[in-house]
T-cell receptor, first 114, second 113 residues
Framework: DQQVKQNSPSLSVQEGRISILNCDYT??????FLWYKKYPAEGPTFLIS?????DKNEDGRFTVFLNKSAKHLSLHIVPSQPGDSAVYFC?????????????FGTGTRLKVLA | ETGVTQTPRHLVMGMTNKKSLKCEQH?????MYWYKQSAKKPLELMFV???????ENNSVPSRFSPECPNSSHLFLHLHTLQPEDSALYLC????????????FGSGTQLSVL
């Protein structure tokens, strides 16, 4: 059973508009969340993270929102650029001490249309 | 050279072959990981090493055998694999276990015939 779910396998957005990528999780023990971006033939690269003590974290064009009660987080990219076209993975980390098991979603392929 | 380097980038092997994947990190990190990415599936954690000691084996079949001779190098030895083992194998490192940021290599795309 998947603990981290990205229910939209793909998303297309016009350049300059907002991209919203969603992620749901089931384990209330997750307390740290990350987004990774992956281009073809490259490994995933870290994009932005958020701790469960926050509900928002912003870094330039990228903002991650966390709704703990809904067990939902989202990544907003605004304005979207063609170079943002990639696969985006959501990942979660449990708070259990001594653990390091990053749990990843299946990814959402974002295509930004020029 | 910086970051996490994986070799080879592509590997085709028969089910009776023995091969090894290599990973090297130049970031001074203490923890190294092997992940498997199959089509339409989440990245699956396979193994974790922290300060050269294996701290996690996520129920991986014994036909996958990891080796971590030092904190900078990680190997994945492969033998008698099955076609369903075909996947992208990603190596990653982090400063400490669970520090929040994983740095990934570009991966080895493995095809088992």
């Amino acid at each position: 059973d998947q603990q981290v779910k990205q229910n939209s396998p793909s998303l297309s957005v016009q350049e300059g508009r907002i991209s919203i990528l969603n992620c749901d999780y089931t384990n209330s023990m997750f307390d740290y969340f990350l987004w990774y971006k992956k281009y073809p033939a490259e490994g995933p690269t870290f994009l932005i993270s958020i701790s469960s003590i926050k509900d928002k974290n912003e870094d330039g064009r990228f903002t991650v929102f966390l709704n703990k009660s809904a067990k939902h987080l989202s990544l907003h990219i605004v304005p979207s650029q063609p170079g943002d076209s990639a696969v985006y993975f959501c990942a979660a980390l449990p708070s259990t001490s001594g653990t390091y098991k990053y749990i990843f979603g299946t990814g959402t392929r974002l295509k930004v249309l020029a | 050279e910086t970051g996490v380097t994986q070799t080879p980038r592509h590997l085709v092997m028969g089910m009776t072959n023995k091969k090894s994947l290599k990973c090297e990190q130049h970031l001074g990190h203490n923890a190294m990981y092997w992940y498997k990415q199959s089509a339409k599936k989440p990245l699956e954690l396979m193994f974790v090493y922290n300060f050269k000691e294996q701290t996690e084996n996520n129920s991986v079949p014994s036909r996958f055998s990891p080796e971590c001779p030092n904190s900078s190098h990680l190997f994945l030895h492969l033998h008698t694999l099955q076609p369903e083992d075909s996947a992208l194998y990603l190596c990653a490192s982090s400063q400490d276990e669970g520090s929040g940021k994983l740095f990934f290599g570009s991966g080895t795309q493995l095809s088992v015939l």
